[in-house]
């Protein structure tokens, strides 16, 4: 699985090729615009090759007739890009995005640092790889406070839902497991998509994935699992954690992260107090001591 900062790290050679060939484009069409700053610049040229030669012979007269030389051609440059109106830094890099300096990321209108515009594509890529290749319609700007009457319940839900992510919750220095508990068909899972995805957005590493699904994940994935930054588990049921060993596995996920403060977040349909009374006995445990967030925690 990779991250986010993974990705924009390995398209930083895409951008540094492709700013080379945008300078190489630019001194070419300034060259044939102006064969005489060409000629100038060629006699630059020689004039430090030359030097250079003098320097390792040691040779001081020599060098300081080519320091001469280049000053007089230097000056004949500036006059003949100032007479042409050439850009003097025409043959320097340019940066590609002035939004991020090509870093990746950029400040956004509230201050937070985010992934930039310009890394859409990387984006795309690591919600794909984060386990939300069938969500990419999923956008938290289309989730609705006043979807089904109560915009006051899901209002709250979301911004707890936030606050867990960034460790901004009241409660999160008691428990960094989470259970959102919601009766079905009332956008859970658009949800929990959505803040994993806006995990990302904002740099740290994130997954998506429903509870049954741990059965059939690779051993990789899994050491990943343990260690990322905001982990989602929907569709969580106390069944669930009966069967093909997914108590087990989760199990030694939620330790692993609980030992780190990592946030983890269950979805179930089901109230948090059926959990508790059904599940597998290592995650019946964990999840007496867990944040509850629902439209009637407080």
Same mark, same amino acid.
Do not use: H
């Given at each position: ?7 924009i790290?390995? $398209? ?8 080379d060939? *945008?300078? %190489?484009?630019?001194? &070419?069409?300034?060259? !044939?615009?102006?064969?005489d ?12 090759n ?16 080519f ?12 006059k ?7 850009d ?20 956004g ?8 515009s ?14 939300m290749?069938?969500?990419? $319609?999923?956008?938290?700007k ?5 979807y *089904?009457? %109560?915009?006051?319940? &899901?209002?709250?839900? !979301? ?28 956008g859970?899972?658009?949800?929990s ?7 990302i ?10 509870c ?10 899994l ?32 330790e ?43």
């Amino acid at each position: 699985m990779k991250t986010i900062k993974e990705l924009i790290n390995e $398209s930083l050679t895409e951008v540094a090729a492709s700013k080379d060939i *945008l300078r %190489d484009e630019n001194i &070419r069409r300034v060259y !044939k615009e102006c064969p005489d700053l060409k000629e100038i610049d060629d006699q630059i040229l020689n004039v430090r090759n030359s030097r250079f030669i003098a320097v390792i012979d040691k040779d001081e007269r020599l060098i300081k007739r080519f320091d001469i030389a280049e000053e007089e051609l230097q000056t004949k440059r500036e006059k003949i890009m100032k007479i042409n109106k050439i850009d003097p830094d025409f043959d320097s890099e340019k940066i590609i995005c002035d939004k991020c300096n090509d870093t990746g990321f950029a400040k956004g209108s509230d201050g937070t640092v985010k992934v930039c515009s310009c890394r859409k594509k990387e984006l795309e890529m690591c919600y794909e790889y984060s386990g939300m290749a069938d969500y990419t $319609s999923y956008k938290m700007k289309n989730y609705r406070d006043d979807y *089904l009457g %109560d915009p006051s319940g &899901r209002k709250k839900i !979301k911004n707890e839902l936030l606050k867990a992510l960034l460790g901004l919750s009241d409660n999160n220095d008691k428990s960094s497991l989470w259970v959102y508990s919601a009766p079905p068909q009332t956008g859970k899972t658009f949800l929990s998509v959505c803040v994993c995805k806006t995990a990302i957005n904002l740099g740290r590493s994130a997954y998506y994935a429903k509870c049954e699904d741990l059965q059939t994940v690779g051993t990789d994935t899994l050491e990943d699992l343990k260690r990322i930054d905001f982990l989602v588990l929907d569709d969580f049921a106390d069944s669930v954690t009966l069967f093909n060993n997914v108590g087990s596995v989760l199990n030694s996920i939620l330790e692993v992260r609980a030992a780190s403060k990592l946030p983890t977040v269950l979805v179930s349909p089901f109230p948090k107090s059926e959990l508790v009374n059904k599940c597998d006995m290592r995650i019946s445990g964990k999840l007496a001591s867990a944040n509850l967030i629902s439209k009637e925690s407080r």
